[in-house]
């Protein structure tokens, strides 16, 4: 298996980081009741986790280290249905 670029790498954080800075951002400057940003916020994390989760089932596919069932497929499924 190859390893990804630094400039990959350094892209994709910065993509991440930029979007959820940008996301935050806009949570914070919308004019909407607490309640409502905050189950906002916890799409944001869910999403995250679920994406991050995703890449991990998959890599360790690769790498042939065993993955337990449908995981990748159920963080598929919730990354696109939130």
């Known amino acids: 298996m190859t390893t990804p670029s630094s400039a990959f790498i350094g892209a994709s954080w910065l993509a991440l980081i930029a979007g959820a800075l940008t996301y935050m ?36 596919r690769s790498e042939g280290i065993t993955v337990g069932g449908d995981r990748p497929e159920e963080c598929a499924r919730s990354g696109v249905r939130p």
């Open 25 to 60: 951002t806009g949570l914070w400057n919308a004019s909407m009741a607490l309640n409502e940003k905050g189950y906002y916020f916890v799409i944001l994390m869910y999403g995250l986790f679920a994406a991050i989760s995703l890449q991990k089932s998959v890599r360790d």
